[in-house]
């Protein structure tokens, strides 16, 4: 007898079966009928099942224990990060030291390591230490590929904002972000600015934004205020999505930012995230003149920050199952 699990995948996959038959009906009968024989073999539609077993991730000090070291701003503690008091993961740790100490600092780690909180935590301790100095206009870009990953970015920092009291000001700025951001949630008053035309009036710390939409910033005569020497952070997420021609856009795009800001190499904090590169293709040395290219600015491999797996526990005395014995008549 089946489980229902089992069941369900099987119904899955002779519901995909059948889309595929009836999608591509080839009039040809011979064309078909090889068609529809590729289709039912076993391997073609799913592959598996695969068992795996993920080890945790390595972690570190705690926020806390951090900020009392010297690393960030106070008031990080104060906004609502999901890991909550638990340690961070060790290459979270490992990319605010980075920052610190000033360099540029690429993450490229599994799915679900907790890359974003990786370069959030750099990022807006340094604007808010910023503030503190009493700069101000937009102190950070963050620029995404796509808008439903900046819309993704505004719902998580309305989630780390919100009742914090923290002073920390932010916008999406993408060509439907007017209508967009109120159907996305509630926004944060006090905190979040919506309308294009404050936005202009009053620059936020921080702009969400996609490429294209960075291209149409840089040319509006009325879009002029929001760069300036206060920007300090850009942040790109998803570099691995750049590549050929387009790459080679951005990095320009990239060049024209920091040439209206005035800002000398080496002045701009760049934070990225990357899917993991193989050794194949150049490892962490590829990586570093890939994003060295495509930022215009200084990277080192000691700034590319990967993920460390936590120990195993090795058991005092491992367990050995006992040897079941079948009887015949259950085998029957």
Known sequence: MSSPALSCV??????????????????????????????????????????????????GKTLKELIADGLGHPDLIRLGWKFGNASLYSHQEEAMRLSEEGRNCIIKTGTGSGKTEAFLLPMLGGVLKLREQGVEGTKAILLYPMNALANDQLV??????????????????????????????????????????????????????????????LIRKADRPLFGESLNYLVLDEIHSYRGALATEIAYLIRRLKSRCSLPVGRLRCLGTSATVSEGAGGDKALVKFVGNLFGEPFEVPGIVGETAAPRKVPDSPYTPPFVRVEPEVLA
Do not use: C, W
């Open 10 to 59: 099987q119904h899955l996959i002779e519901e995909y079966r059948r889309f595929l038959r009836s999608t591509y009906r080839l009039a040809d009968p011979r064309l078909r009928e090889q068609f529809e024989n590729h289709v039912n073999e076993s391997g073609v539609i799913v592959k598996g099942p695969y068992v795996t077993l993920a080890r945790d991730y390595a972690r």
């Open 156 to 217: 998580r920092l309305r989630d780390l904002v919100r009742g914090s009291g923290v002073p920390l000001t932010f916008a999406l700025y993408t060509g439907e972000s007017e209508t967009v951001a109120t159907t996305l949630g509630t926004p944060v008053d006090g905190n979040e600015i919506v309308l294009r035309s404050k936005i202009r009036e009053t620059p936020p710390d921080i702009i969400l934004t996609n490429y294209k939409e960075l291209e149409f910033m």
